[in-house]
């Protein structure tokens, strides 16, 4: 059997042919592929003085409008957006949706967020309105 100079250098490393082939991927991420969170209004884990009249996410990819959706849950699991859900109107990377009138409280921010390109992510936060 004949070896190759690379192969050879391989095994003087102590890699295996799979390590050894890896290793010129080494230091290369993944893609960014996916629609994620880069800016909430209200923000994540915020309290804020006065009861917000919507919520706005700002993402890093455009939005295929149909299938992101964002809920927003009083402490009870009680929906309290006012189902309008909508792009920015200048910002496909945009989404936001109106809120009913908020006492203080705890409210969770649920979104599920499909990308342009189809990619899908989810995730979820809380704010508080003080009291």
């Excluded at 490393?13 to 082939?21: N, R, V, Y």
């Excluded at 629609?35 to 209200?42: C, F, G, Q, S």
């Amino acid at each position: 059997m004949r070896s190759t100079p690379a192969f050879a250098a391989a095994v003087l490393c102590g890699l295996t042919a799979a390590s050894f082939a890896g290793t010129s991927l080494a230091g290369i991420g993944p893609a960014e592929a996916h629609a994620m969170l880069r800016k909430a209004v209200p923000g994540v884990g915020s309290i804020v003085a006065t009861a917000p009249p919507e919520v706005t996410l700002d993402f890093s990819e455009a939005l295929e409008p149909h299938f992101t959706t964002i809920v927003v849950q009083d402490a009870q699991g009680k929906a309290v957006d006012a189902g309008d859900k909508h792009l920015g109107s200048d910002n496909a990377k945009r989404v936001i949706v109106g809120l009913k009138p908020l006492p203080a409280g705890s409210y969770k921010v649920i979104w599920h967020a499909t990308s342009v390109d189809t990619h899908k992510s989810e995730g979820s936060f809380e704010f508080t309105v003080r009291p």
